[in-house]
């Protein structure tokens, strides 16, 4: 009784201070988080409405998409005439296929895009366009570098009706419709954990000069999964190319990135226009690390899955049961495969029921 008796006559002068104080803390707090938020990185929630949270700051409400506003992109993948790539696509675009009218999708068209040079037995399966390799012995048997020059040429003679596009790969697999993750300027990746520019700094000088900004600028991504403006990748895409190339010339660069040294071409070619990604987690999952399936939209299956029957994962020792799409790089993987023994991540079980869904159904099926 006698604090509510005192905070009732509290005098105008004490809450006039009060008032000014919460000002202030508010004005600091204000001015810290817009100091920061040029070195902060977009990162999302797992929830499926857009509204994406930062680190430091939320998502600018001027770039956030509005819920009734339909934004459909273009699914666009890089593949070669080789049987292991092929019957990948097939299974991709059988999962696409499903997924693209159900409620949530933003899925718009499709195009396989073959960097082969010239047409193979699936152009009336799947929406292709044929693109030039590049020059023999250019690559040096780095295949992956033809991406970045298969979205160069597509991007300069393909009609895209859609105003984004989504940046996919053969060995992706739809679980669910894929609704339009960017937003305007701000593109949508999948972070990866081994992408790490600020662990190779020294490295990525050669192509990200100081000048430019802290190596934090370049985000720890490749260029798929990735939802962005088509406006955006024709800026990005020669640049990808040319720095690509740069890193495959420089031996120290080529033996430290390897297998992922087009990924970190990306990132910086993305970092020298300026473009910034959202970072969505829930973007893809990859089993046998990522066990459930959660809100997840796309599987990616690069790994090999090795368990004992006990369903224990005994991963860099063929299993007792596996899952490796290496074991079929000569010809289409092999209808109805075995489930995993129980004890298996929902992950695993989840691939291997979809790729025989799609192996049972697809017509000639063994035909290479």
């Known amino acids: 009784m006698i604090v509510r008796k005192n905070m009732g006559r509290a005098s105008p002068l004490l809450l006039i201070t009060l008032v000014l104080g919460f000002c202030f803390a508010t004005y600091n707090l204000v001015t810290m988080v817009m100091h920061n938020r040029s070195i902060s990185k ?10 994406f949270f930062d680190p430091v700051v939320e998502m600018p409400e001027n770039v956030r998409k509005p819920k009734n506003i339909k934004l459909p992109f273009h699914v666009a993948l890089t593949a070669t005439d080789a049987p292991y790539s092929k019957w990948q696509c097939r299974i991709m675009y059988y999962w696409y296929k499903k997924q693209k009218d159900l409620p949530g999708s933003e899925m718009g068209g499709f195009t396989r895009i073959l960097h082969s040079g010239s047409p193979d037995n699936l152009m009336d399966e799947i929406p292709t366009v044929i693109v030039d390799p590049l020059p023999a012995g250019l690559d040096r048997g780095y295949i992956v570098l033809n991406r970045p020059w298969a979205f160069v040429q597509w991007l300069e003679k393909a009609t895209i009706e859609e105003e984004y596009i989504l940046m996919a790969e053969p060995d992706h697999i739809f679980i669910t419709p894929l609704p339009n993750l960017a937003h305007g300027g701000y593109p949508a990746a999948f972070p990866f954990f081994y992408i790490k520019p600020a662990q190779n700094e020294k490295l990525l000088r ?23 403006k088509k406006d955006l990748l024709e800026k990005i895409a020669p640049t990808w190319m040319n720095v690509s190339l740069k890193m495959k010339d420089d031996p120290e660069t080529d033996k430290a990135f390897g297998w992922v040294l087009e990924m970190y071409a990306y990132a910086v070619a993305s970092a020298l226009h300026g473009v910034q990604h959202v970072l969505r987690k829930d973007f893809m999952l990859q089993p046998p690390w990522d066990l459930e399936i959660g809100k997840k939209f796309i599987i990616h299956y690069t790994y ?41 991540p929902e992950s695993v079980v989840t691939l291997v029921k979809m790729v025989n869904e799609a192996t049972a159904n697809i017509p000639n099926w063994d035909a290479e």
């Open 206 to 228: 050669k192509f990200y000069p100081e000048e430019m900004g802290p190596v934090t600028n370049i985000d720890p991504i490749g260029n798929s999964p990735v939802i962005i």
């Open 42 to 51: 977009w990162v999302a929630d797992d929830s499926n409405d857009g509204i």
């Open 304 to 344: 090999g899955c090795d368990y004992n029957m006990k369903g224990e994962l005994t991963y860099g020792k063929i299993g007792e049961w596996r899952f490796d799409k290496r074991s079929y790089l000569r010809g289409p993987i092999a209808r109805n495969l075995s489930l995993p023994p129980p004890g298996v």
